[in-house]
């Protein structure tokens, strides 16, 4: 069951990131968007609300909670950036998976979503400045800081993640 949860593994926060592995998040986040459109465009409805695994959301549901997730993402970044080491808000992401725009919403939707704010949080990103990157945000659940280096190699996990638990949901089922 853990391999089906984490496909890739969970994330786990190195002590240093260099300018390299940056470099190599924020393409990972740029391409995203494209990578799921192409993971899931050939999908029919019943394959879109298929779990992933047991008791895991469907497809479309992993789909709209990249759109959430992300968008939770960039707006935390750009706490970090404009106040000094704001309180970031949590959300209940199981529960916005059961909302009306997540059950009633094409997915072309939220990726047509994904284009758009990872486009911005991209660009964002490219033009950080070092002591950027070095600002915080504080998480309340846990009361840990984070800086952006880290939640930065933390979403392009993110988005692997669940683009492996598409790909490899494809995969079992032969599609």
């Known amino acids: ?21 940056l470099q190599g998040f924020i393409k990972d986040i740029h391409y995203l968007p494209q990578l799921v459109e192409i993971a899931v465009q050939q ?6 609300q298929t779990p992933y695994r047991p008791d895991g959301w469907t497809v479309a549901q992993v789909v709209h909670h990249l759109a959430d997730s992300h968008m939770n993402g960039y707006i935390r ?9 704001p309180i970031i808000k949590p959300y209940e992401e199981g529960e916005w998976a059961k909302l009306p725009d997540v059950k009633f919403i094409p997915i072309n939707v939220s990726i047509t979503l994904l ?18 990157w070095e600002r915080t945000f504080i998480h309340p659940a846990n009361g840990t800081q984070h800086n952006l280096k880290t939640h ?3 979403y392009a996990w993110h988005g692997k993640h669940h ?13």
């Open 1 to 21: 069951m853990e391999a089906l949860k984490y496909p890739i593994g969970r994330f786990t926060a190195l002590p240093e990131y260099t300018p390299a592995m």
């Open 43 to 48: 999908l029919d409805e019943y394959q879109l």
């Open 115 to 132: 284009h758009a704010l990872h486009t911005r949080w991209t660009n964002l990103m490219e033009h950080l400045t070092a002591a950027d």
């Open 163 to 175: 683009l492996e638990h598409i790909l490899r949901l494809k995969e079992r089922m032969d599609w």
């Open 77 to 85: 970044m750009k706490l970090a950036l404009t106040e000094e080491q």
């Open 152 to 154: 930065a190699a933390n």
